[in-house]
Nanobody, 114 residues
Framework: QVQFVESGGGLVQPGGTLRLSCAAS????????MGWYRQVPGKQRELVAG???????NYADSVKGRFTISRDNAKNMVYLQMNRLKPEDAALYSC????????WGQGTQVTVSS
């Protein structure tokens, strides 16, 4: 069983910045692909960014050039640096392995509004 604890969300103005953190439990973290996902009410959860154990990354087209995913394998942590935030980035952000397998954590809410 793997558990995830997300943090770092909040209210930010358009154009602002947030950095999300995800603490993951479990073994073999360093070789496990991880992803940040987001969901808004009434819509399916979508993959925002993914990162392999070796550090290769991929991003949804809507966030390319603005978001950066990273990981610290020594700490079992995954991060999402979000720059130039837009109102359409507002969502509940969660992390999980990629593709998602384990139960979702509580997520962290991101609100982008002036």
């Amino acid at each position: 069983q793997v558990q995830f604890v997300e943090s770092g969300g909040g209210l930010v103005q358009p154009g602002g910045t947030l950095r999300l953190s995800c603490a993951a439990s479990g073994s073999f973290f360093s070789i496990t692909p991880m992803g940040w996902y987001r969901q808004v009410p009434g819509k399916q959860r979508e993959l925002v960014a993914g990162i392999t154990g070796g550090g290769d990354t991929n991003y949804a087209d809507s966030v390319k050039g603005r978001f950066t995913i990273s990981r610290d394998n020594a700490k079992n942590m995954v991060y999402l640096q979000m720059n130039r935030l837009k109102p359409e980035d507002a969502a509940l952000y969660s992390c999980n392995v990629y593709p998602p397998l384990w139960a979702w954590g509580q997520g962290t809410q991101v609100t982008v509004s002036s």
